[in-house]
Each structure stands twice: as structure tokens, then as C-alpha cells.
């Protein structure tokens, strides 16, 4: 693990923006009020953490900045379809909706990986390499 400041991403065209604690991570995840789905990313820990606002449900995903292996959360796995957002609000992207869980439920997720360095025990994860 590394112990360089996180930053906090929310668009390409706007520069991440330092996050040194729990309160102001969720303060700027707070600020963000996307008219549609869009995924944002934490660098922290070494790890890309992604999250995706402006929906009752999302997903947080992390991986590895030298990429060997990714870990995404998992909701209902018995769910159908995909789930369309945009990455960074430019690239449009789908994640299955079996890996969605509560947009309250991922915010504590992220706060606590950002905390810890680690994945949260409190959801299921599924690990995949690359």
C-alpha cells in the first residue's frame, strides 16, 4: 500500500481533488449531484476505487493501479440486464446489475476502503483478473 494523498476524480476536464479525510470524501461525493449515472474514481491505497452516483443503486469497483486484478461488489446475483452510466461523465459504459447494491450501502463501502486500504467484509466481492 502506499501512503500518497487520495484524490478524488469526478470528470476528465476537471482536476481530482485531495481527499485527507472521511468526512471530506463524503462532503464531495456529497457535492456531486449528477442529472444522470456517472462514475467517479478515488485514487487511494495504490487502488482505483470507482462509484457510481446519480442512481438508487451502484456498485463500487476497485482495482489495482499496475492492473493484475480487479474486485467488484455484488447485489442480487440472480439480477437481470445491464445498467448504462458514463465514466468520468464522458465514456459510456454497462455493468451488469447483479453488481449493484444501495448507493448508501456502496458510499459506506468507499468511505471505509478509503479509511482502511482494504475491501469491506459488510458486501460480497467478486475478484477477477485481467
Same mark, same amino acid.
Given at each position: 500500500?502506499?501512503?500518497?494523498?487520495?484524490?478524488?476524480?469526478?470528470?476528465?476536464?476537471?482536476?481530482?481533488?485531495?481527499?485527507?479525510?472521511?468526512?471530506?470524501?463524503? #462532503?464531495?461525493? /456529497?457535492?456531486?449531484?449528477? /442529472?444522470?449515472?456517472? %462514475?467517479?474514481?478515488?485514487?487511494?491505497?495504490?487502488?482505483?476505487?470507482?462509484?457510481?452516483?446519480? %442512481?438508487?443503486?451502484?456498485?463500487?469497483?476497485? /482495482?489495482?493501479?499496475?492492473?493484475?486484478?480487479?474486485?467488484?461488489?455484488?447485489? /442480487?446475483?440472480?439480477?437481470?440486464?445491464?445498467?448504462?452510466?458514463?465514466?468520468?461523465? #464522458?465514456?459510456?459504459?454497462?455493468?451488469?446489475?447483479?453488481?449493484?447494491?444501495?448507493?448508501?450501502?456502496?458510499?459506506?463501502?468507499?468511505?471505509?476502503?478509503?479509511?482502511?486500504?482494504?475491501?469491506?467484509?459488510?458486501?460480497?466481492?467478486?475478484?477477477?483478473?485481467?
Amino acid at each position: 500500500m502506499t501512503t500518497t494523498i487520495a484524490t478524488l476524480r469526478s470528470a476528465e476536464d476537471v482536476p481530482p481533488v485531495e481527499v485527507r479525510t472521511g468526512e471530506e470524501l463524503d #462532503q464531495l461525493l /456529497d457535492q456531486l449531484r449528477p /442529472d444522470s449515472p456517472v %462514475s467517479v474514481i478515488l485514487h487511494a491505497h495504490g487502488c482505483e476505487a470507482h462509484i457510481l452516483l446519480g %442512481s438508487p443503486e451502484s456498485f463500487v469497483y476497485i /482495482d489495482e493501479i499496475t492492473p493484475t486484478r480487479y474486485y467488484i461488489t455484488v447485489g /442480487d446475483s440472480h439480477a437481470k440486464g445491464a445498467v448504462g452510466f458514463h465514466l468520468l461523465g #464522458q465514456h459510456h459504459t454497462e455493468f451488469e446489475r447483479c453488481y449493484l447494491i444501495p448507493l448508501v450501502t456502496a458510499r459506506r463501502v468507499l468511505r471505509e476502503f478509503f479509511e482502511t486500504g482494504r475491501k469491506p467484509a459488510s458486501v460480497d466481492w467478486e475478484e477477477n483478473e485481467y
